[in-house]
Structures are given as C-alpha cells and as structure tokens.
C-alpha cells in the first residue's frame, strides 16, 4: 500500500509519477485520440474545412486494391525480415560463439549494420543494385550474358532488395541478443549432452534452442515491430514505395498520404488500422510464446 | 560652460541612441525553400548580395527540405501563426496554395504597398502558368521544362549524325534500334515520367483533363485514358519491349545512367543541363521533345516551383519581401540564377542580355530551352500546364500506370483506365471539400 512505502505522505507517490503520466497523456494519449478523431473527417491541405464522412476512410482503404496489396506487401516484407534475418542471426551467432581465431574483429564486423542511418543503409543498397551502374547488375550481366537486372521495373525484385536490405540493417541487434543469449547457456548442460553421445545439431535443437526461447521471443516481437513500423527510411531512400507500389508498405503507403498527398483523414485512419493489427499480433505473440517459452531451469 | 557640455552629452546620447533603435530597425524576413545542392549555393549568393545591397532589410533563406517537405512544414507552420514570409511550392501545389487562403496574390501587392509593376517583363508561358484569370497569383522563380538530351559520341559510334537527333518518336525508335544494334546497353530513358507522359499532351495541344486543363473550373474529371494517351503509353511500352526505352525512376535517377554513357538519349528537366554537361565526358547534345506524327503542335510545359507570398504580415515585413521579388526580376539576378542552374531566367530583358552577351553561342544547348518554349502555342488551355487540386497524388498515380504498363504487368490501356478513375475519384473529393 502507498501508504505503507510513504509514511505520512498520502499523494506523494502519485505526484511522483504525475509529470511521466502527464508526458504521456500530452504526447501519446491526446494525439491518439485526435488522430482517431480526424480519421472520420476529410479535410482540406490546410485544415481550413473539415467534412464528416463517418467510415469512409477506413472503407476507402478496405475497398481499394492498392491498399489490400499493402497489407500483402507488408506480410510477405515482415516475414522475410522476421524469419530470415532470425535464421540467419542465429547461425551467425551460434558461429560467433565458437573459440576462432578473430572472433573479436568478426564480432565488431558482424554487430555494426545495426549503427548505421537507413538512410546510409538504404543508398549502400540502392547503388549496390543501381540497373545502369551498379555492382550486383554488372556481376549477373557477366553471368548470364546480358541480363539487365532492373529493380525498377521489377516489382519482385524491389521487394526482394528492399528485404534483404531491411534484414541486413536489423543482423547487428539480433546477433548481439541471440549472442547473450547462447552464452548463458550452462555448459553443464552442452556437457551432459555430449558425455550422452548427442551430436551437434541434436545438441542445438534439443538443448540450445529451448534455453533461447526467452531471446527468441523477444527478438520476434521486436523484429515485427520493425519490419511494419520502423523501416519507413530505408523504403524512402531506396524505392519510394514503388516500382509500381510493389514496396509500399502499410507505414510507408500511411507516410505518403498524410505528409505528400496531405490527405490526413486517410492517413490517420491507416494510422489506427496499424494500430489495431500490431496490438492484436503483440497480444497473440505475448500469450503464444510466453506460454512455450522456457524462462526457468 | 557647463550646461552646454550637459547639453552635448544630452544630444550625442540622443543621437547614439536613435542610431542604434535604426539600426536594430531591421525587418526580418524568412523564405523557406527547396533548392538542394549546387541550386542552394546560387540562392546563398543571391539572398547575400540582396541583404548587401538592402541594408534595412535582413532575409534569411532556410532549405526545408524536398519541395513535398518544404510544403508540409509550411501548411504546419502556418496553422501554428509561425508561417515564413515568403515560400517556395512546386507547380504540382498550385492549385493547393489557390485554395489555402494562406496567401496574398502577388498582382496585388504593388497595390496595396502604393507601387506599380510591369508584369508583361516575365517570360510569357511561365507567367501564363502561375496565372489566374490572366492576373499572377505567385511570383515565377525555378521554371524549367523538358528537352532531349543525347550523346552525340554513341551517335557517332552508331552510325547516325550526331547533328541530326530524332524529332519524331517514330525517329526515335529508329535511331534507337541502330543505337542498340551498336551496343549501347540502355538507348533511351526519362526521368519524371508522369511530367514527361502531360508534356506529351501539352506538346500536341491535348487536353488532360477537364475544365480546360483545371484552369476554367476546377477538374472533376481526368482525359489522359483517352486515344491520345493510350498512343502515347503504347509507344514507350512498345520500345521498351524492343529494348530500347529503360524505366529510369521517378525523378533524376537516370541522369546518372547518361553521364556515364550508359544511356543515348535522356528526356529531363532543362535544369539538369549544367550538372549533365559537367558530368559528362562526352559531346552533350540537346533538341526539342520528340513528337508523333498526325497531331498539331503544342507547346512544352513549365515544371519547376514558384513563390508565394503568406498572408498576414505587417506592411514593413510585405514590403521587405516585395523589394525580394522585385530583386530577383532584375536582370543580372535573374541571368545569375539561370546561369548558375539552368533554370529559365523568368524575365524578357535577361533574355536580350544573354543573346548580346554571346551566351548561347557559347553553349547552345543553353538555346535549346528558350526555343522550344518560346515557339511554341501558348494561346490554349492544353499548352498552359494542367491545375489540379490533387496533383501530387494523381502524378504519383500516373508514374504507377507508366510502370505497371512499360514492365509489362498490364496493357496500357488497362493501366491508363485505372488510373483515371482513382485520379477521378481524388479530383470529386477535393472538389467537394472545395465547393
């Protein structure tokens, strides 16, 4: 009971924590519902008129094919990054944990695509696969005779870079945590195994793997919240949602309407929509995972 | 003796003091715009020189950005009471800014500051563009339009004469098939596609859309799905097939591809010119758009952005920021900025200066742009630029077709006729909210 920590003092714990709940009610809360709010409304560039139009936006969205192929771009985009850059940061990891010679410099190699801008990371990317110039086009031109790799008119292709990319950029922090991770695995356990005769790969899958659950599950949730909210920069840079909207992705699609089309009923209706999907996943994820996970000995 | 020493020190107090209220007498101005790279550096020197030359005024140009950027931080801006004195929008935000109520026309401000000013000194189809029922709403500052860059050294190579560029799209398809045939990987590009494919339309007199083109009434209704567009998507579909036209991004990706004599021939803005020529190791040479056969002649388009001036200043800060405006239609700022850009100089007179100055002698190329404009209509509706209210999203929207259409995932036709009717759409509700 407050009254048992702050002898005395009834409203102290709560005037403690009022300046934090204020931030937050000025800064998330408040803007929350006024971004709902004008998700019912249309309204000019300038905010000079506002028209109540009900559910139009979110029916707008519902209806049009574009935004239907957002939702599949972001899927198809939010798998990729989610599976492929764990699969792949786990391998890493497990090898960096070996005793090599090096390992330190591999270490600092392998964790630093996560320091970088995606702005920097984006034009590496887009000048690495650039149809005219760039290195990846020349390599496969010379391998196959004359086939122009164009990402800009690819949609697949695009979609592709634009993935790995993304995965590449996010390699950095998920090696570092499956790092930790693998190394608070109790030898005793990796020892036991090997004195009852397991092999390697049944060592990883029926011992290591378990024990990272923990890790595992954070890093999904994570990595989901990246792919669909915090790749809007390197989608910029590199393709602008094209070639033909094949990479606009939801947030990506929601930058574009409400900050160049300056079409803010729109936007924010797609705003609340993100909103709905992410917390519906977070809480599936959350009672899934935790229930699989394995936290104790 | 001494009153008069107290007196003397009265009056130099006086006077220091006055002094100094004067000179902190400044009027402040701000101006927002988008002009990045070499572009920002010329600005720099023109805003220097004006303060230099105007010392009660102190002009400060800040670059916000790209020109959506610039836009959505001065629609912020605005609505907040902190708004610049003066901005710079792109042409795609004509029709936003006509709507605002943000924004003093500026045929209106020699009138209320008790001035009068000669309009017919600005270069007519720029000044047509930013006009409204034949009276300038905002100040002609970046124009440029579109031209036919090509590399005169893969010309030669090929076979062709590198004085002879094609003039007809059907030339282009020649040209470029002994282009290819030579070995050049990629013949033709564009950059800007959704500009390039209503320059086609303007260059022949087409409408786009209706209400003349959105200038007589607001635009409820896009043209560009009809005959003329579908001829003119199916042609680059069709080259593209043939190898020949490469998909070169949304704005000015494929320049890169030019200069490095990767591509023959590129269509862009005539502001590239100076960073082509410059990054080129190879004869540059430019012409008119291409055109098709069997369709009356038009006039290119003007691209760019202009200046608008923001409403509620107080005269001192107005008037600072029409002796700004009035700057930059002198006419050595104005050859200033077109030489260090490339952008049209927006004024007659800079015109006759370069011509006596042997300017275009020098580098015809720099010709090219004035010809092209100034020979061509500027009497109708289709060759005075298209104004709709939701043209970002509707270029956006062609760009989409163009791409869906050239790489082949729907026929021209199909991509043309979705896309008009999501831009009909777009051009009902702004209507709407526009009544």
């Not at chain 1, 890493?92 to 090599?100: C, E, V």
């Not at chain 1, 990371?121 to 086009?137: C, D, E, R, S």
């Not at chain 1, 592709?160 to 991770?181: D, E, P, R």
């Amino acid at each position: 009971m407050p009254e048992d920590r702050f002898p005395g003092h009834r409203f102290l714990p709560y005037l403690l924590i009022l300046p934090s709940v204020a931030v937050i009610i000025t800064f998330l809360i408040v803007p929350f519902i006024q971004s709902v709010q004008e998700s019912f409304y249309t309204s000019t560039a300038f905010g000079t008129k506002t028209i109540f139009v009900g559910f139009r936006n979110y029916a707008r969205l519902f209806a049009s094919p574009d935004y239907r192929q957002s939702i599949i771009t972001t899927l198809i985009f939010a798998s990729f990054v989610i599976v492929v850059g764990l699969s792949v940061s786990l391998a890493i990891a497990y090898l960096l944990n070996q005793k090599i010679k090096g390992r330190g410099f591999y270490q600092v190699a392998l964790i630093w695509t996560y320091a970088l801008s995606p702005a920097v990371a984006g034009t590496i990317w887009a000048l690495m696969f650039a149809p005219a110039t760039g290195i990846v086009p020349y390599i496969v031109n010379r391998l196959t005779g004359g086939y122009v790799l164009n990402w800009m008119t690819n949609g697949q292709l695009a979609l592709f870079v634009v993935s790995a990319a993304a995965t590449w950029k996010m390699l950095g922090y998920n090696i570092v945590f499956f790092l930790a991770g693998l190394q608070n695995v109790p030898g005793e356990l990796l020892e036991a195994a090997r004195v009852d005769g397991a092999g390697g790969w049944r060592t990883f899958w029926k011992i290591t793997f378990p024990m990272l659950s923990p890790t595992t599950t954070f890093l999904l949730f994570v990595n989901m919240l990246y792919s669909v909210f915090q790749v809007f920069g390197l989608i910029d840079i590199m393709t602008r949602g094209g070639p033909g909207n094949a990479t606009n992705i939801l947030v990506y699609n929601l930058y574009r309407d409400a900050f160049i089309h300056l079409d803010s009923g729109s936007a924010s209706a797609q705003s609340f929509i993100i909103f709905i999907v992410i917390s519906i996943a977070a809480v599936v994820q959350l009672r899934v995972a935790t229930r699989k996970a394995v936290y104790a000995r | 003796m001494k009153k008069l020493i107290l007196v003397g020190l009265i009056l130099t107090l006086a006077v220091s003091l006055t002094a100094g209220v004067a000179m902190a007498d400044k009027v402040k101005i701000t101006w927002w715009h988008a002009m990045s790279g070499s572009r920002l550096d010329v600005v720099k020197s023109i805003v220097e020189s004006f303060n230099a030359t105007h010392p009660n005024i102190e002009l400060t140009a800040m670059f916000t950005g790209s020109y959506a950027e610039t836009l959505t931080k001065f629609i912020a801006a605005y609505r907040t009471g902190t708004a610049p004195n003066l901005v710079q929008v792109y042409e795609v935000g004509t029709e936003t800014m006509l709507d605002s109520g943000a924004i003093i026309p500026v045929y209106q401000i020699p009138g209320m500051l008790g001035e009068t000013w000669d309009w017919g000194k600005y270069i007519i189809p720029i000044r047509n563009y930013y006009s409204k029922d034949g009276n300038l709403w905002s100040m002609p500052f970046n124009s440029s339009t579109a031209m036919l860059y090509y590399n005169k050294e893969l010309f030669e190579k090929a076979g062709l004469d590198p004085n002879k560029p094609p003039t007809t799209w059907k030339e282009v398809e020649e040209y470029g098939k002994k282009l290819r045939d030579s070995g050049v990987q990629n013949v033709l590009s564009f950059g800007w596609p959704g500009w390039i494919f209503e320059q086609m339309f303007a260059t022949h007199n087409q409408l786009f859309a209706n209400n003349d083109n959105g200038r007589s009434g607001l635009a409820t209704e896009v043209l560009f799905n009809g005959d003329f567009g579908q001829m003119v998507l199916e042609t680059w579909t069709k080259l593209a097939k043939e190898g020949i036209f490469i998909y070169g991004g949304p704005e000015y990706s494929a320049n890169t591809a030019f200069k490095s004599g990767q591509l023959a021939m590129l269509l862009q803005s005539t502001s590239s010119l100076a960073g082509i020529e410059k990054g080129s190791q190879f004869p540059v040479g430019t012409s008119f758009l291409p055109r098709f056969e069997g369709y009356p002649m038009g006039n290119s388009v003007i691209g760019g952005g202009s200046l608008w001036v923001t409403k509620g200043q107080s005269k001192e800060e107005l008037r600072a920021v029409w002796e700004f405006l009035k700057y930059l239609g002198q006419t050595d700022i104005a050859i200033q900025w077109h030489k260090g850009t490339g952008y049209f100089p927006t004024m007659n007179s800079a015109v006759k200066a370069l011509l006596d100055e042997g300017w275009f002698s020098k580098d015809q190329n720099f010709l090219t742009a004035f010809l092209q404009i100034l020979s061509g209509r500027r009497d109708t509706a289709a060759v005075r630029g298209v104004r709709l209210g939701p043209f970002v999203e509707i270029r956006e929207i062609e760009r989409a077709a163009i791409e869906k259409a050239v790489s082949g995932v729907m026929t021209p036709k199909a991509a043309l006729d979705e896309a008009a009717q999501k831009a009909n759409q777009l051009l009902q509700d702004y209507a709407q909210l526009h009544k």
